[in-house]
């Protein structure tokens, strides 16, 4: 892995590939994922490019898995990993592999659809055996009904005897869904207006559907009736309502004939269909095991061709240009592998440097530990080549930030063993392949949910908290014994006084400082809350300025790797004078006061507020007496050259580059604007001549060299408004961004409030219901189970998320931009392979 500070040198390659080797080559090198392609053919359309054809080919052939991976899943079956390491099959070999899974594909199209109308066959088999079998009664008993004129509905038919005597009684049976019942009735009675006779039953047992393999219900239907013309209204309406319409037989002899044919059918149809679905579970199989490597090698075969379709076609075509971004540590690797890719074909490739004016991509190899830190930091911008990487910085510091807010020891216990617990399942093949989203958010930021939470027990122990309660691991530092024997505390006093107070200027009431953290004599404090508040917010500004100041001067780094020496005496010293000489001043005046007033003098210490406010007025407070001899003087000055620097700040810079561009030209020399590319040590690189295809580089990098005095002008006001914007946003920034670190001192009381809260409302309570031993089994139970669980979702999920974005906040808007510019973009190397997470 390369360091994590700076990313790598990455340097622009040009590779010559021969024809018949260039599939080889590219292959190889997706196997490695040494270097990203550059476009070559940015102007030529995506369906003129050179092997369109083999990409459409590929583009087939993933439709063609596609549907077999969606009858793979239909049937319940899973698709296994590939077993090995599958190269990208050769270009010969694409025919093959098209024709074998066309084949497939089409066998299995006919194995279903065989299925699929042997199933239809048999549903309607059986819907013909139910509605014969179902008993809706005789038709016998129906016709007599209707000739012997004794039932109910008489009235509504023709009287014996009349014109239509000679017509006779006809049937229609079937089977229709049971929402579709009520409405086929309901409009059959109309339509016919009362001639007929319907009788409607559910069926007793389901039948699979042909279609979804899922049981459905069916109403069969017997209608008898009179007439042709009462016929074919029916029949329309039963076609409306899709209906499944069957023969039916009046004689009861023949129904049974039929139903028993029926039964022989539908025997054979089933043992058809056992024999075509055995059939079709082998083809699966077959499917199952050509499908897995298939996809890969043809996923690796259409990235070949699309990279090759990056590439440019030499003037006697036999060979095909690349030019490719690549870390200069794995050039010599790279050109190994190019050598014996081509071997074979007699003609080596070729790979060598050329220059390139634009700006390389961001290259920081991570690894699983370091993934989620450089993901925060990238997460606010890619940083720009070979400037200072922040990630390393953020391993420690992010953690810390969000301890302060979070300081509690149980709590960071939690948290500590919830992530401690993804790291040993890591590699078990469940836990990586898991698709809960919100589960691979915490797997990803495994390791950082590792550190918060050990900081957190860090932080815990400084607060003395452990879920809110506090811990007395040493000997406090608070004597009441002493205290009682030397004021004379009586009964009566005692009584009279709720709230007793402990001096420090008594001998042995305070025996000194508690050995790590605060003293656990402070949570039976009254004043408890106005100690941790004092405490807190003085250490959050400490916090805050020197965290600041850390990131002023990592630019340091970077002026000095990119040759801008200027820079360190006109922006870094000067913003170093301005943020320390007020903020850093202020953090010495709180460490100076805690250092020299003692508990004999607290009472008419000097308010540092007060004298704060005081220096920016150059004023002095006659009741609030000075810390040390000289410090109006002091003040006064620093307050002076902090300002002093502000102009510093926004000419230094424009200054200095005008003047060197007046000293260029009037030694006749072309002047080039200081950048933040390369450096000085490779300005004879960018001089050669070049080699590029693509040219030099965009427009705006050629603005650094001006060719007449209206361009240098524009330059010239370019920077100075640029200058302007840094400094405003710098000197303001620092007033803001220093009171912005008040959030670790307000978050941190609010969390220790809250799991004050939680613990005074919820366990509490329940220690005090049960009292009783026989009580205490049976509320300590419930109460304990909703403390964890309001625990767990208030103080670790809703407040470490809060504590979270805080902390995020603070590295990316008041340490980040002191020094990180994130306006670059990260190098992305063709390969085959998925990191793992």
């Known amino acids: 892995m390369g360091s994590m500070f700076r990313s790598e040198e990455v340097v622009l390659v040009q590779l010559f590939l021969p024809t018949a080797a260039a599939y080889t080559c590219v292959s190889q090198l997706g196997e490695l994922g040494l270097v990203e392609f550059r476009d070559l053919n940015a102007s030529v359309s995506a369906f003129q490019r050179r092997f369109v054809v083999d990409v459409r080919r590929c583009e087939e052939l993933e439709k063609t898995f596609t549907f077999l991976q969606e009858e793979v899943r239909r049937a319940g079956l899973t ?12 270009p010969h070999d694409l025919l093959r592999i098209q024709e074998e899974t066309e084949r497939l594909a089409q066998e299995l199209r006919d194995v279903r659809g065989n299925q699929q109308a042997l199933r239809a066959q048999l549903h309607q088999l059986q819907l013909h055996l139910a509605v014969l079998g179902q008993g809706h009664g005789h038709s016998p008993q129906l016709a007599a009904v209707h000739t012997d004129g004794l039932s109910e509905r008489t009235l509504l038919l023709q009287p ?8 006779r009684v006809n049937f229609v049976a079937g089977a229709v869904e049971p929402h579709k019942a009520a409405a086929l009735e309901r409009l059959l009675w109309r339509a016919c207006r009362g001639f007929l006779i319907a009788s409607f039953r559910e069926m007793e047992r389901p039948l699979e559907d042909p279609v979804t393999g899922e049981p459905a219900t069916w109403m069969t239907f017997l209608i008898s009736y009179w007439g042709e013309q009462i016929g074919q209204k029916i029949r329309k309406i039963t ?18 004939g039929a139903l028993q044919q029926l039964q022989q059918q539908s025997q054979e149809l089933q043992e058809v269909l056992g024999e075509t679905e055995r059939f079709l579970s082998q ?4 499917v199952q095991r050509l499908l897995p490597p298939g996809q890969l090698q043809v996923r690796k075969m259409k990235a070949v061709y699309l990279a090759l379709n990056q590439c440019s076609v030499s003037t006697t075509h036999k060979c095909l240009i690349a030019e490719a971004w690549c870390a200069s540590c794995d050039l010599p690797t790279l050109q190994q592998t190019l050598q014996d890719s081509s071997h074979e074909a007699g003609v080596s490739a070729v790979a060598h440097r050329i220059p390139c004016r634009d700006m390389p991509p961001t290259l920081i190899r991570t690894n699983r530990f370091t993934a989620s830190f450089q993901g925060i930091v990238d997460a606010y911008g890619v940083g720009r080549y070979q400037e200072v990487n922040p990630a390393p910085y953020t391993i420690v510091t992010f953690p810390f930030l969000f301890a302060v807010m979070f300081g509690d020891v149980g709590h960071g216990l939690l948290m500590f063993l919830f992530a401690l617990a993804m790291v040993l399942a890591e590699n078990q093949p469940a836990v990586k392949t898991a698709q809960n989203e919100i589960w691979r958010t915490f797997f990803g930021g495994r390791y950082l949910l590792l550190l918060m939470g050990l900081f957190s027990v860090y932080t815990g122990f400084i607060y003395n908290e452990c879920f809110s309660r506090a811990t007395t691991i040493f000997s406090s530092g608070w004597s ?3 205290m009682a024997n030397q004021s004379g505390w009586s009964d009566a006093f005692l009584a009279q006084h709720p709230v007793l107070t402990l001096d420090p200027n008594i001998t042995g009431v305070f025996l000194g400082p508690y050995p790590f953290g605060i003293d656990p004599v402070w949570s039976l404090a009254a004043n408890h809350l106005s100690f941790l508040n004092s405490f807190k917010m003085k250490m959050s500004v400490i916090l805050g300025v020197t965290h600041m100041a850390f990131g002023v001067l990592l630019s340091i780094f970077n002026h000095v790797h990119f040759g801008q020496v ?8 000067p913003e170093l004078v301005f943020l320390l000489g007020l903020f850093g001043y202020l953090v010495f005046l709180v460490v100076y006061k805690w250092l020299q007033v003692s508990a004999a003098g607290a009472a008419s210490a000097p308010s540092i507020l007060i004298h704060f406010i005081n220096m920016f007025l150059f004023a002095r407070s006659p009741t609030n007496q000075p810390l040390y001899p000289g410090q109006k003087v002091v003040q006064s ?15 230094g810079t424009p200054l200095y580059l005008l003047c060197c561009r007046r000293r260029h030209r009037h030694h006749g020399q072309s002047w080039r604007r200081p950048t933040g590319g390369q450096g000085e040590d490779k300005a004879g690189v960018l001089d050669s001549p070049d080699m590029s295809v693509n040219g030099w580089g965009s427009d705006e990098e050629k603005a650094g060299y001006p060719g007449d005095e209206e361009e240098a002008e524009g330059v010239a006001s370019e920077v100075l408004m640029h200058q302007a914007i840094h400094t405003i946003e710098f000197c303001l920034g620092c007033i803001s961004n220093t009171a912005s670190y008040l959030r670790l001192w307000a978050l941190s009381l609010a969390h220790a409030q809250l799991s004050e809260v939680l613990w005074a409302m919820v366990m509490r309570s329940g220690l005090l219901m049960g009292r009783d031993v026989g009580m205490a089994a049976v509320v300590l139970v419930p109460v304990f189970a909703g403390f964890a669980v309001l625990t767990v979702a208030i103080l670790l999920v809703m407040e470490g998320l809060s504590a979270f974005l805080h902390a995020l906040r603070l590295h990316w ?4 931009n002191k020094f990180y510019s994130g306006t670059g973009y990260k190098l992305s190397p063709f390969t085959f392979t998925i990191k793992d997470e």
Request: glycine share 6%; net charge negative; charged share 20%.
């Open 79 to 90: 698709l296994p990993l590939p077993e090995g390491k599958l190269p990208a099959p050769p």
């Open 160 to 167: 014996p005897g009349g014109p239509h005597q000679d017509l």
């Open 239 to 256: 076609d409306c309502f899709h209906c499944h319409v069957f023969p039916f037989l009046e004689q009861e002899e023949a129904r049974r």
């Open 283 to 286: 083809v699966l199989g077959r």
């Open 480 to 482: 009441v014994a002493a």
């Open 566 to 573: 200027h820079r360190l005496l006109l922006e870094t010293l």
């Open 637 to 651: 000055t620093l307050v002076v050259l902090a300002l002093a620097m502000v102009p510093v700040l926004l000419l």
């Open 813 to 816: 808007v008041e340490f980040q």
